[in-house]
């Protein structure tokens, strides 16, 4: 599914201008990973391209569907073939891993077919295949908030496979996982967008994660897009632009361990 | 050490006057204090004579006599019945007021002020006011006090199940949200599953407050235990009317001490 952003602005009812004509187009099956400092505009494009926000100006269209001129089913519809992995997991805690597993299947079979109680026994097995993928088969049945971060952020790409997407937006994913974690998050998660051949938009502000993943690095600043390089070919003096401070080459080489963080 | 410089605003006086809107409520309440006082009626001889006759009422009440144990155990199942069936209720009818009242699920803002409305109504007007008003309509018995405690059930359920519901955690329902999920899907998905221990525990106080006023609520007709209580008083079968007073305090204690011991297990 293809994404194509045009001159969107988005302005808050208090007058904050969060996004300023935004161009952007990804390709299907692209990794696009977006930068840039907190406040930038980054979570909010992301709203935006779910049809959670009203767009100020500009049009979004998805796989060329406008978000912002779906309403309803059609909207839902379009959001049902979108995977968000957010970075507190999103899940619902005092259910079962199961059940929020279960629960990706909410927009494409509605409320009956995705609770536990009543849902059909090929969607069950098929929850516990997902389950399997991420290596938490043998957690189905705990309740979710008594899993580790990392655990959690797994169950939450295990209900993004239970939904059949053919986009993924990953909103800074790791952010609040350790180091190691983190990483094996975002190898599960690149190895399935991969596996489906899916198109993937990922805020990250680790860019060491940011230059390994990418196919495509998108920096932000000011709700303007000021970069957009294949990764590896940001150089330093744009990075410390895009964060208004210095950045250390450490920062920059792939896969070292203990990275440092950009916040 | 630097120096101690005297900043430039005095600290503040020791006493201050309270402001004139402070004096004015304070003479208010004075007022109605001394004047409640004065129509009391209390003076000393009439204290000495109430402890008298309360004497004389615990020495004839006692023993409690157990002649008419059935009908009183009969009258406080009644009780009870009354107390679970009006909650029961009152609660199957609270969840979707609360979800219309609450500010995030609620479907529009007309909505919700109407129904915000109508449970403070209900809450305001006491379930004593209530069993009267039903009484009139269904006429002497259990319904009547059942529809009082429904009346009563709402108007406290109702408000902390829409508080409850609108301190959760919205980012587990924009997840399903943006996942395609409709209203619908969201409120059960996520909405009610994270609010549901508190409503437990809310729908239990609810049955403690019930019991409590399912006993009352016989006064006035509304079935239950408190028509035999106000029968034995009329007629002074004291050493009855303690029996059944006895009867109610073992009820309602172990009914606050199951719902405690509940409501410890799940929140």
Redesign the interface.
């Given at each position: 599914m293809d994404v194509v952003i045009n001159g969107v602005g988005k302005t808050y009812p208090d007058g904050t201008e969060v996004l300023r004509n935004v161009d952007l187009t990804i390709g299907s099956g692209e990794g696009v990973v977006l930068l840039g400092a907190n406040g930038c505009g980054k979570s909010t494009l992301l709203r935006c391209m779910?049809g959670?926000e009203t767009l100020s100006q500009g049009t979004i269209s998805l796989g060329g569907q406008s978000v912002s001129q779906l309403k309803g089913r059609q909207l839902?519809?379009?959001?049902?073939?979108?995977?968000?992995v957010?970075q507190?997991f999103?899940?619902?805690?005092?259910?079962s891993v199961f059940q929020n597993v279960l629960?990706?299947r909410?927009?494409?079979d509605?409320?009956l077919r995705?609770?536990n109680l009543t849902c059909s026994q090929e969607n069950r097995e098929r929850a516990m295949y997902c389950l399997d993928r991420v290596g938490l088969a043998q957690f189905a049945a705990k309740r979710t908030d008594s899993l580790s971060g990392g655990q959690q952020q797994r169950v939450?790409i295990a209900?993004?496979l239970m939904?059949d997407v053919r986009i993924v937006?990953a909103d800074e994913p790791v952010a609040s996982l350790d180091p190691k974690a983190g990483r094996e998050v975002m190898d599960l998660l690149f190895e399935v967008v991969h596996e489906h051949k899916l198109t993937v938009v990922c805020v990250l502000h680790q860019l060491e994660l940011a230059n390994e993943y990418a196919q495509r690095l998108v920096g932000l600043k000011a709700g303007r897009v000021v970069l957009d390089l294949p990764p590896n070919k940001a150089s330093k003096a744009e990075l410390a632009a895009l964060y208004d401070r210095e950045i250390d080459s450490a920062e920059l080489l792939n896969g070292t361990e203990g990275a440092c963080y950009a916040n | 050490m630097q120096t101690e410089t005297q900043p430039e605003t005095s600290s503040p006086k020791r006493f201050q006057s309270p402001s004139v809107f402070a004096w004015v409520i304070l003479i208010v309440f004075l007022a109605f204090f001394l004047q409640g006082l004065g129509s009391a009626d209390i003076s000393v001889m009439r204290l000495v004579k109430g402890s008298q006759n309360l004497g004389q009422f615990f020495a004839s009440a006692i023993p409690p006599s157990t002649s008419r144990l059935d009908v009183i155990a009969k009258a406080m199942l009644e009780t009870m019945n009354m107390a679970i069936v009006g909650v029961t209720f009152g609660v199957i009818l609270s969840l979707p007021i609360a979800l219309l009242c609450a500010r995030n699920t609620s479907p529009h803002f007309l909505v919700r002020v109407v129904m915000i409305n109508l449970v403070a109504t209900l809450r305001t007007i006491p379930d004593l006011i209530w069993a009267l008003i039903f009484v009139v309509a269904v006429g002497l018995g259990p319904l009547a006090g059942i529809l009082a405690i429904i009346m009563d059930t709402i108007g406290f359920c109702a408000r902390f199940f829409a508080e409850r519901i609108e301190e959760i955690n919205p980012?587990?329902g924009?997840?399903?949200?943006?996942?395609?999920?409709?209203r619908?899907?969201v409120i059960?998905?996520?909405v009610l599953?994270?609010c549901?221990?508190s409503f437990v525990a809310t729908s239990l106080y609810s049955v403690e407050k019930a019991v409590r006023s399912a006993v009352v609520l016989g006064l006035v007709g509304a079935g239950g235990i408190g028509v035999e209580l106000t029968s034995a008083m009329n007629l002074f079968r004291y050493k009855e009317a303690l029996t059944i007073i006895l009867v109610v305090l073992i009820v309602v204690i172990l009914v606050e001490q199951v719902s405690k011991a509940v409501r410890a297990r799940i929140m």
């Open positions: 779910l959670l839902r519809q379009l959001r049902s073939q979108i995977g968000s957010f507190q999103n899940l619902v805690g005092n259910l629960f990706g909410l927009g494409n509605g409320l995705s609770l939450a209900r993004m939904q937006f | 980012k587990p924009v997840a399903l949200k943006a996942s395609g999920a409709s619908t899907s059960a998905g996520a599953p994270e549901f221990p």
